[in-house]
């Protein structure tokens, strides 16, 4: 038996955030808390005219990059003091997520990590859970749809909270929000979104509507992508972006792979501070060559590449292409990852909720190789 869900509603297109005032009375958020970031702030997207509705209410700015346990609880202080009704999430992956950490713990007692997927938390968490309307302004995490969220706990370990009851009640999808952002963020968030419709694509979950979303949204981010890196202010490929990382985040439930599992790994590193879509675009071409040695997954990569004219078994090569035109570096060196910390990566990856769905099982020693492959 398998379960499949679509629950969000989403507004979508450009103008889409004119009716962010119309949102929130229908979801009944009358004194809801802004969660946005520093970055969003600075590029003035909090100043537009259609976001005066929020101003004067109660706001948390401090997002990290990746969000931690204490940024959620900070957030959540705010949320009570001001006694708050919901949050408005503003920004790309870190201030959604962020966002569903607070609604959790606004009405869920703590502490966090009693939620995460891996200590049966998905149980624990209940329709209780408090409004959310997410506003991505990169196409990226698809997490506006999401039912997941990545946190970072105090000590360390970046654990997923996933529940369907942390897909946010409404997402505002306007490609206008993604204008501004510099081609370097379009990259790193672009290649994310891809590689979340390769990696559901690929998991041997029994769900064909996600693989058809998944499919769609390959095909519009493989062309839009480079487009919107050269031409910033494209409004059509921002759009068609916009769409695969919706389409990325859609077909979540399916599950992800080894990308992601060993980016998990690599990302909650607190003194690097890697960047979750660079990761993922730098290991992306070495699983899907390990992957294809899985006739199933072979099969279904050989689709991928019809989708977009490339040569059956040229996807890998294709993708390291890819990095090389949006200026992604290659290896992992020179993030600035040091060598002894693989086995630690590797025992990470293996006990990480993506994991279970790549298509080829894969040892901690197997996930040493194909980090050894982009080191
Ligand atoms: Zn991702």
């Not at 999430?89 to 609604?103: C, E």
């Not at 529940?163 to 994310?192: M, Q």
């Amino acid at each position: 038996m398998d379960t499949i869900n679509y629950l969000t509603t989403v507004i979508f297109g450009a103008g889409a955030v004119g009716s962010l005032a119309q949102v929130l009375s229908e979801v009944g958020l009358s004194k809801p808390l802004l969660v946005s970031d520093a970055g969003v702030k600075a590029a003035g997207l909090l100043d537009r005219p259609e976001f005066a509705v929020l101003s004067g209410m109660p706001t948390f700015l401090e997002v990290p990059s990746n969000p931690t346990e204490s940024a959620v609880l900070a957030g959540l202080s705010i949320y009570r003091e001001h006694g708050c009704d919901g949050v408005v999430a503003i920004g790309g992956g870190s201030p959604i997520d962020l966002a569903k950490g607070i609604t959790l713990l606004a009405t869920h007692e703590g502490p966090l990590e009693q939620y995460a997927a891996i200590f049966g938390g998905v149980s624990r968490i209940s329709a209780k859970v408090a409004p959310l309307v997410a506003i991505p302004t990169t196409a990226g995490t698809g997490s506006e749809v999401g039912r997941a969220a990545l946190i970072t706990l105090d000590d360390g370990r970046k654990l997923g909270f996933i529940s369907p009851h942390l897909i946010p009640n409404r997402a505002i999808c306007d490609p206008h929000l993604t204008t501004g952002l510099p081609p370097g963020l379009t990259a790193a968030t672009g290649l994310d979104a891809l590689s979340h419709c390769v990696e559901s694509y690929l998991s041997p979950r029994y769900n064909p509507p996600a693989e058809a979303i998944a499919r769609d949204g390959f095909e519009r981010i493989w062309r839009a992508l480079p487009i919107a890196f050269r031409e910033p202010t494209n409004l059509d490929a921002r759009t068609e972006l916009m769409m695969g990382a919706l389409e990325g985040g859609m077909t979540f439930q399916k599950g992800l792979g080894a990308v992601h599992s060993l980016s998990h790994a690599l990302g909650g590193l607190k003194d690097l501070k890697l960047h979750h879509g660079v990761l993922n675009a730098v290991l992306m071409p070495e699983v899907i060559r390990w992957n294809c040695e899985v006739p199933e997954a072979a099969r279904k990569v050989a689709l991928l590449e019809e989708l977009v004219d490339l040569p059956t078994g040229s996807l890998a090569d294709a993708l390291d292409d890819l990095n090389r035109q949006l200026g992604i570096t290659v290896k992992l060196s020179d993030l600035g990852v040091p060598r002894d910390i693989i086995a630690w990566v590797c025992e990470r990856a293996v006990a990480d909720h993506s994991h279970v769905t790549n298509p080829r099982s894969l040892s901690a020693a197997e996930y040493a190789q194909i980090i050894e492959a982009v080191y």
